[in-house]
């Protein structure tokens, strides 16, 4: 009998601690495909961020390593540096990454570190119950700017991919989403092309995911799925950034 | 057996090396050596002023009172003449100093060290003239080997070598 | 042991560490402590060294947890404003059991203060500046060779605890220049099954310091508690100096301690019996060494306005006795000026 479907290897028993409708359990899942096809669980270190995604070592039978909130970029190039022919992937938030720890991915950009960086950009800070973030939109509303964001009070939201894409030291930048089917495919094969780069060390390559938060968005799942495609999508477009075929014309 | 001594001035004056030379010599003489410089903030025109104990032990790489001092401008004089022995030396480089030192002390050389360089064709070797006269006050340190120790240092400036070895010998030979 | 120099104490601790198997080095600038980095980006070619200037010191002291993950030693150097942004990771490495070498060298604060030596970060590295219960493995040497000794031993004790330690040394010893004979290259001899490797034939290797629960991170605070007990138990280091015999006991550590060697000969010369007792380890602090000296009168002397005299008072039992001098700013008092505190004490 042909196997057409099977729970990927390296994920443990463990069960996700991520709501209903997140987006973090399919890019999860989607690294665990990756892992197991590109055969990386015994060569790779994932270094996980401080957010919803805390407790994600505990799903992967890899070594692991839970970094404080905003500096995975940092603890990753000790790694990297003592490690440069392992797989290191990095795995943050918005809040992780954008507010508190904007400097440590911005250098390890600056300095070209050969690890890949999984983006997760939801608009809000889902783990600690639902504030702004650099992300979230102007208007929205979240528990730290109740009447929604305004300009005066937090300024603009953030395009990461883009601002990566602008590094010399990033080689690939891209952004895709995961509210469907197809999408999630694009995903997957957003994150192999990531992965597959850092081996030919050619700097650091960077997935930006927009990921639904439903229990954050105070919407039900369908309607987030929607929200991602009428809110976000206009002011985070979908797309590749910077590609390697761009850095190697350069 | 221990010498305590201090030798201070403003930044670019050489201070700093003409201790470095100093203590080169006195680690090849077999002495326990603490050299140990303070600088101000600034990157120009700052104090630089450094302690430097002789010794044939471990010792405080503080002084307490300074048996051989070197002032090479007025401040100096002003903040450490309170740290000389009452049984030392006290060197003022008289062509930036003109204040009398308002300290106990056995002797006091007033001696022109810019004067003498700028006579030896550059007076940025006041410091080696500097050296030299010191060099008369310590006569556990071969003048010989400091010679040797100054050409060492200027290596990487070949021309200057000459210079610098005559200048420290003028300081040494000067009444 | 071998090549006799006149060295730098930066500059001494950085070629000791390199030949302690110190192969990463992750740093910010910051005098007085900035001679270390430069010494190692200019090895980096010759010794194979990896040498990364980071953006911060809170980026710094985060790669250098992640260089210690991999089980491989790693050091950064650094000052009081540096190792302020870097106490989160502190916090983070003792968790972790991340095994990394942190040189802190003092300068006077409170803030950007000035660049001359002063010992007021004691509290900082000894009661663990960063949250939590965690403590750090603090040694203090007074020497350029002592400190040379003691990076050494610093990765050593490092790996053998799973823990952060920290060299504790202040301007004047980096700064100053002193007769010292190298050690030697080192080997690195450890257990490092739990290091981040790629779980090659091996089952995976998880380190997280994010709790599952009050009763679960209590009982992981407690593992971490009785390794900080064997800590103290096992690694308390101290010198003594004519203390048999003294009236009075000078207590001091770091460069004061040599400012203190000074004060206690000028007062042996005079006739009077002075002692020194001399901590090596801040953390954990050698209350042996104040066994049987509880009659004396101690004279607790400090680059500080009185931190480590707090230690001395919960070691004796006469707490009373325990007198303080301390200087700030970055000024070094003379052994003179210490022999005249002695002096004010009016011993018989």
Known sequence: MKTIYKRPEVLTDAITTYCGGCGHGIVNKLIAELVDEMELREKGILVWPIGCSVYADKYYKMDAICALHGRAPALATGIKRCLPDKFVMVYQGDGDMVSEGMAEIMHAAVRAENFSVIFINNAIYGMTGGQMAPTTLLGQVTSTSPYGRTVPAAGYPVNMAEIMANMPGVCYSERVTVNTPQRITATKKALKKAFELQFE????SFVEVLSPCPTGWGQKPMDAMKWVDEKLIPIYPLGVFKSPEEVSAK | ????????????????????????????????????????????????????????????????????????????????????????TLLVNSSMIDIEPDCQCKEVKKVPFYEIATELGNSKTANMVALGYLLKYMPYIPYEKVSKEVEKAFEAKPKVVPLNVQALKTGYEYK | MGDKVFMQGNVALAESAIRAGCKYFFGYPITPSSEVPEYYARRAEEEGLVFVQGETETAVFNMIAGAAATGNRVMT????????????????????????????????????GEILAAQGDYFQAVKGGGHGDYNTLVLAPCSVQEMCELIQESFELAEKYRNPVILLSDALLAKMRENVELPGRKEQNCDLSWALTGCAGRKHNVMTTCGDGSAQWEKYNLDLQEKFAKIKANEERWENYQT?????????????????????????????????????????????????????????????????????????????????????????????????????????
């Not at chain 2, 010599?25 to 990157?43: L, W």
């Not at chain 3, 015999?245 to 042996?268: E, N």
């Open chain 1, 201 to 204: 060390n050619k700097g650091l």
């Open chain 2, 1 to 88: 057996m221990k010498h305590e001594l201090l030798f201070s001035g403003i930044g670019g004056q050489g201070i700093m090396m003409l201790g470095e030379i100093l203590c080169n010599v006195a680690v090849e003489e077999g002495f326990q050596v603490t050299f140990a410089p303070f600088y101000g903030q600034e990157k120009r025109g700052g104090r630089t002023m450094c302690h430097v104990v002789i010794a044939d032990g471990l010792e405080s790489p503080i002084i307490s009172e300074a048996e051989l001092m070197l002032v090479m401008d007025e401040k100096s004089l002003k903040d450490f003449q309170n740290l000389m022995a009452p049984t030392g």
């Open chain 3, 77 to 112: 150097a650094t000052s009081g404003p540096g190792f302020s942004l870097g106490q989160e990771a502190m916090s983070f490495m003792a968790a972790a059991g991340l095994p990394a070498v942190v040189v802190e060298v003092m300068r006077p604060g409170p803030a950007d």
């Open chain 3, 244 to 348: 048999e015999d003294a009236d009075i006991i000078l207590v001091a550590y770091g460069s004061m301690a040599r400012v203190a060697i000074g004060a206690m000969k000028l007062a042996r010369e005079a006739g009077l019996k002075v002692g020194l007792v001399r901590p090596i380890s801040l953390w954990p602090f050698p209350v042996k060494a104040f066994e049987g000296l509880g009659d004396k009168t101690f004279l607790v002397t400090e680059l500080s306005a009185g931190q480590m005299v707090e230690d001395v008072k919960l070691t004796v039992p006469h707490k009373e006795n325990v007198h303080f001098y301390g200087r700030l700013g970055g000024i070094v008092p003379t052994p003179k000026e210490i022999f005249e505190q002695i002096k004010k004490l009016g011993v018989k």
